[in-house]
């Protein structure tokens, strides 16, 4: 089993930053593909960005140019750095990795909220 834990959320104004990161325990050599999503109340949960163990990156559209997705294999940590952040990020954002053939695990969330 995979557990994740993410940290880093809080209040912050539009056009500020804030760095979330997603620390991972467990069979950790057996990741191969790691990702954010985020789910606002009411709303559908959507992924906001991707990256492989190999290093490919994908993004949601909305957050292209702002968001960044990154990771540290010798930390087993996977982070989000999200600049110029606007009132649509607010969202509980979770962390989501996949392993070994077809399993999953997501952490518990951390809430982002852009407020002035």
């Known amino acids: 089993q995979v557990q994740l834990v993410e940290s880093g959320g809080g209040l912050v104004q539009p056009g500020g930053s804030l760095r979330l990161s997603c620390a991972a325990s467990?069979?950790?050599?057996?990741?191969?593909?790691m990702s954010w999503f985020r789910q606002a109340p009411g709303k559908q949960r959507e992924l906001v960005a991707a990256?492989?163990?190999?290093?490919?990156?994908n993004y949601v559209d909305s957050v292209k140019g702002r968001f960044t997705i990154s990771r540290d294999v010798a930390k087993s940590t996977l982070y989000l750095q999200m600049n110029n952040l606007k009132p649509e990020d607010t969202a509980v954002y979770y962390c989501?990795?996949?392993?070994?053939?077809?399993?999953?695990?997501w952490g518990p969330g951390t809430q982002v909220t852009v407020s002035s």
């Open positions: 989501n990795v996949r392993y070994a053939r077809v399993n999953q695990s």
């Open positions: 467990g069979s950790i050599s057996s990741i191969n593909y």
């Open positions: 990256i492989t163990i190999g290093g490919s990156i």
